[in-house]
Protein backbone atom coordinates (compact mmCIF):
# COMPACT_ATOMS: atom_id res chain seq x y z
CA UNK A 1 0.00 0.00 0.00
CA UNK A 2 1.13 3.41 -0.81
CA UNK A 3 -0.05 6.70 0.45
CA UNK A 4 -0.65 9.40 -1.95
CA UNK A 5 -2.71 12.72 -1.62
CA UNK A 6 -5.86 13.33 -4.25
CA UNK A 7 -5.99 16.31 -5.86
CA UNK A 8 -8.28 17.85 -3.20
CA UNK A 9 -5.31 17.57 -0.90
CA UNK A 10 -7.45 14.56 0.95
CA UNK A 11 -5.01 11.70 1.77
CA UNK A 12 -5.89 8.20 0.15
CA UNK A 13 -4.09 4.85 0.16
CA UNK A 14 -3.55 2.87 -2.66
CA UNK A 15 -2.73 -0.82 -3.32
CA UNK A 16 0.34 -1.01 -5.23
CA UNK A 17 -0.36 -3.94 -6.74
CA UNK A 18 -3.45 -2.98 -8.26
CA UNK A 19 -1.49 -0.33 -10.62
CA UNK A 20 -1.61 -0.75 -13.99
CA UNK A 21 -0.01 2.39 -15.09
CA UNK A 22 0.54 6.01 -14.67
CA UNK A 23 0.70 9.31 -16.98
CA UNK A 24 1.89 12.83 -16.18
CA UNK A 25 -0.83 15.09 -17.95
CA UNK A 26 0.83 17.41 -16.08
CA UNK A 27 -0.95 15.96 -13.13
CA UNK A 28 -0.69 12.20 -12.31
CA UNK A 29 -3.31 9.95 -13.26
CA UNK A 30 -2.85 6.35 -12.30
CA UNK A 31 -4.93 3.54 -13.47
CA UNK A 32 -5.94 0.59 -11.51
CA UNK A 33 -6.55 -2.89 -13.15
CA UNK A 34 -10.07 -2.86 -13.10
CA UNK A 35 -10.02 0.88 -15.65
CA UNK A 36 -10.33 2.70 -12.35
CA UNK A 37 -8.62 6.50 -12.85
CA UNK A 38 -7.51 8.06 -9.84
CA UNK A 39 -5.46 11.53 -9.76
CA UNK A 40 -2.79 12.53 -7.33
CA UNK A 41 -0.73 15.62 -6.25
CA UNK A 42 2.86 13.68 -6.41
CA UNK A 43 4.82 13.13 -9.22
CA UNK A 44 4.57 10.18 -11.22
CA UNK A 45 8.59 9.71 -10.34
CA UNK A 46 7.66 9.98 -6.71
CA UNK A 47 4.88 7.53 -7.09
CA UNK A 48 6.74 4.96 -8.76
CA UNK A 49 9.54 5.08 -6.10
CA UNK A 50 6.96 4.62 -3.06
CA UNK A 51 5.99 1.75 -5.18
CA UNK A 52 9.17 0.09 -5.76
CA UNK A 53 9.93 0.78 -2.03
CA UNK A 54 6.57 -1.13 -0.78
CA UNK A 55 7.81 -3.96 -3.32
CA UNK A 56 11.20 -4.46 -1.58
CA UNK A 57 9.77 -4.29 1.56
CA UNK A 58 6.77 -6.60 0.81
CA UNK A 59 9.66 -9.03 -1.04
CA UNK A 60 8.26 -8.75 -4.50
CA UNK A 61 10.92 -7.80 -5.78
CA UNK A 62 13.60 -10.67 -4.18
CA UNK A 63 11.14 -12.89 -5.26
CA UNK A 64 11.45 -11.74 -8.88
CA UNK A 65 14.96 -11.45 -9.18
CA UNK A 66 15.70 -14.96 -7.38
CA UNK A 67 13.17 -16.09 -9.56
CA UNK A 68 14.75 -15.33 -13.23
CA UNK A 69 18.05 -16.43 -11.48
CA UNK A 70 16.93 -20.10 -11.16
CA UNK A 71 15.32 -20.14 -14.12
CA UNK A 72 18.68 -20.74 -16.25
CA UNK A 73 19.27 -23.77 -14.29
Known sequence: M??????NGKPLVINALMIEM????????????NGKKIMVLEQEAVVTEMVE??????GAVQA???????EGL
Open 22 to 33: MEETPDTVITLI
Open 53 to 58: QFLKRI
Open 2 to 7: VRLTRM
Open 64 to 70: TIKSANT
